[in-house]
């Protein structure tokens, strides 16, 4: 039975090794090594997300540019769209104010012809009253010479006139 | 969980538990055909005087038990008279002569006293004085504690050595040999510690680790079968109810108030405690009894059938020296099997402890919400 049997001085000895060897073994090996290893995983993983978040950012900055270069295609198409309405309003500013100053001239010109032709009426009134009155001078002449009636009618005509103005 | 944990635990105890039952009559057997045979030599010594032990007779029981146990010397080569051994410092006390320290060849190989002392067929130290009933505490420097202290020491060059290096190489990977130890490490912390224990991992990695190692160097020097190593360290009992005590004291140290309610104050009716707690109260000790004869079966009864392979040549040469040759070759090819087996088993224990001690420690500390 001796195999089955613990004998005394080997768990002594036994007991004895084992302390000490965790002891130190805790001390000198286990608490370095463990720390080291866990201080390699945390410089591992930080440099995983480091190099994640690296990766984010450059995808980050490349959308950046593309919207910038959208940006700026949208800002030219817009400068151009501008440009091209500016003209068409330039041209229309253009042609609307000739046919304003067109309309003036034919307005103008037509007062004009509207003055002078006023006039020209006036004139041939005036003409046309001139002869009526010469026609009607020598008419009247040839009247008064020989008629006593005729003289009654301008002295009428002459007392009614005196009277208006005494009126 | 924990119920079906210790469930799987109570059948694996009872495996356990037979083969520990079979290397016991095992044992028994052997002692009586030690006990059988030393009559037969006392008889041959009689008849044939001088000669007598060239004509003993091979005893593959005495040969096994021999290398398997413990003993005073460390037997390198050669039988009897003529062995080389290796002598090693007897440290023993006893009442009435107190402390009393001598080198283990006084006894000549068994054949000689010392001091009032003498050696059994077993090899353990008696009174040469039979009658004397007083007790002998040995507290010598055996083959199984030398054995012990070149397993730690080398153990303890290599890994100091490998914090070092570390300490040398910070934030980088190591270097060479030490390749082949981090992932152990790295295999123990996130394997077997992190899932059984949890949060409080980092406070019995040192224990974890160092119970790994330690089984697990000394079972590799076990099977070295010349002088560093051969030893049958872990397959002793008196080192493994070290360690299984170590692991016993460790857990209900730590243990929480959960870990005592559950033994204690089980979730069942109030009945049922008359059975319920002695079965939890046996299972506290059973568990760490368990983890004692696991490794010592096991290392055990893998240094007997690499012997028992060994036996055969000798017994089979012993009827016809051409036989022994015949036998020599699947002898050898049997043992070289069994060893690879056997390196195999050595870390597969050393996991084994290790996880079982992890468990019961996750166990005992576990917190419940």
Redesign the interface.
Known sequence: ???????????????L??SI??F???K???????T??K??EE?ISNALSQAEKAREDMARLHGENEQLLADARKERDAMLKEAREMKEKIIGEAKGAADEEAKKLITRAQDEINKQKLAAMDELKKEVAGFSVQIAEKLLAQNLENNDAQKKLIEHQLNELTQKAQA | MINQVSEIQSIRSLKLVVKFLTISIFTLFCNSDVNATSIEKVEHTENSGHESHKEEKFQPGKMIMEHIADAHDWHLWGEGQESVTIPLPVILYTESKGLTTFISSKFEHGHASFEGFSLNEEGTVIWEDESNEEAIYDLSISKNVLQLFIGVIFLMFIVIRMARHYGKRVGKSPKGGYHLIEPLILFIRDDIAKPSIGGKTDRFMPLLLTIFFFIFTLNLFGLIPIFPGGANVTGNIAITMVLAVIVFVTVNIHGNKYYWKHIFLPDVPVWMYIIIIPIELLGVFLRPFVLMLRLFANITAGHIIILGFFSLIFIFGAMKPGLGYAVSPLSVAFTVFMSVLELLVAFLQAFVFTLLSAIYIGMATEEHH
């Open positions: 039975m001796q195999l089955v049997t613990p004998a005394i001085g080997l768990l002594f000895w036994m007991l090794t084992f060897v965790l130190i073994l805790k000198f090996a286990w608490k370095p090594i463990l080291h290893i201080d390699r410089t």
